[in-house]
């Protein structure tokens, strides 16, 4: 694939329009963040002078060059993985991920991803996600499992984040959480930004920092084990994407997840029989493998212009637990 050059020719009717915006305006298929980058790395000129701030804005008639450099060749290792796919076409491929599994390489996770994956089964990603990030849309956390969608080429991957930006893409989400919900449904919306004493954690944070974040929930089933101990199955609908959104704020409201080490001390499980302590401790505790599963995803076909809607099945170590909670 050679570099694409896009020339754009400014009339007086166009003076005091940002540039990252006009260009965004006239070819719709570029995201604005894709497109801001490129203007950054030096790949816009004005008048054959290079451009290098978005926020430039157009007080002269003129000419725009934007090349766009053909993407980088993937660094990664194609790996026969098996992968459980729940719909493929030319365009796009819904993954049901198993908890454990990481979404893309990264530090430490060079191979064995589903990226890995996907690269030897279906050879051609979007390139919009870098060259760690080929198809990437969206991500969940390695020890949840359920629904991912993947993009073959970039104007999916455009369409698809648009969808995600727009709060257009429907996904829900079952949870077992430690201690009863204070109420039986209710939406949770707060700001969401990095830990300042852990930069690997995200925290629940005042109106004018961080990112607005917002769940749905509503109460399933409860489980009253004993005195001390409660459990609540919940669903959750996202209606932002923030990281670790669902996890923080669930453990925002008294109720972490079971198994997320990273927001709950999960010492609960101490009082409970020793048959399902033994589980727990196996199965979620010891793995830090969290309740919680992708269980729907839904979405509009950026080709086929069609309302796609996906339902993956709870997963096994997630129902045993439901069946043992029952039983005690």
Not at 135 to 150: A, C, E, N, Q, W
Request: aromatic fraction near 8%; proline fraction near 4%.
């Amino acid at each position: 694939m050679k570099p694409n050059y896009i020339s754009i020719f400014v009339t007086s009717n166009d003076l005091d329009k940002r540039v990252d915006v006009y260009i965004s305006q006239k070819f719709k298929y570029l995201s604005r963040n894709r497109l801001k980058q490129l203007i950054i790395d030096g790949f816009l000129k004005f008048n054959e002078k290079v451009i290098n701030q978005p926020s430039f804005k157009l007080k002269e008639s003129g000419e725009l060059s934007l090349l766009i450099p053909e993407p980088k060749k993937y660094e990664l290792l194609p790996q026969k993985l098996n992968l459980n796919i729940i719909y493929e076409d030319n365009n796009l491929i819904v993954i049901d991920k198993n908890a454990g599994t990481v979404v893309h390489p990264g530090a430490g996770n060079k191979d064995n991803t589903l990226v890995n994956a996907l690269l030897s089964h279906c050879k051609n990603l979007s390139g919009i996600g870098g060259v760690l990030r080929p198809g990437v849309v969206h991500r969940i956390d390695k020890m949840t499992s359920g629904l991912l969608v993947f993009a073959k080429d970039d104007i999916t991957h455009n369409s698809l984040s648009k969808q995600f930006k727009d709060k257009s893409i429907d996904r829900e989400y079952n949870l077992l959480t430690w201690n009863q919900l204070t109420n039986p449904k209710g939406v949770i919306e707060t700001n969401i930004a990095r830990s300042k004493l852990n930069r690997k954690k995200m925290t629940v944070t005042s109106s004018d920092a961080g990112k607005v974040a917002i769940t749905k929930f509503s109460l399933l089933n409860s489980f009253i084990i004993n005195e001390k101990i409660k459990i609540s199955h919940v669903k959750c609908k996202l209606l932002t994407g923030r990281t670790h959104q669902i996890r923080v704020h669930m453990s925002h409201i008294g109720n972490p997840i079971i198994g997320d080490k990273k927001y709950s001390r999960n010492n609960y499980y101490l009082n409970l029989p020793n048959d399902l302590k033994n589980f727990l401790l196996k199965n979620f505790i010891e793995p830090q493998r969290h309740a919680l599963h992708a269980n729907f995803l839904g979405f509009y076909h950026p080709i086929k212009n069609e309302y796609l809607s996906f339902n993956s099945k709870l997963p096994r170590d997630f129902i045993r637990l439901l069946k043992n909670l029952s039983e005690n």
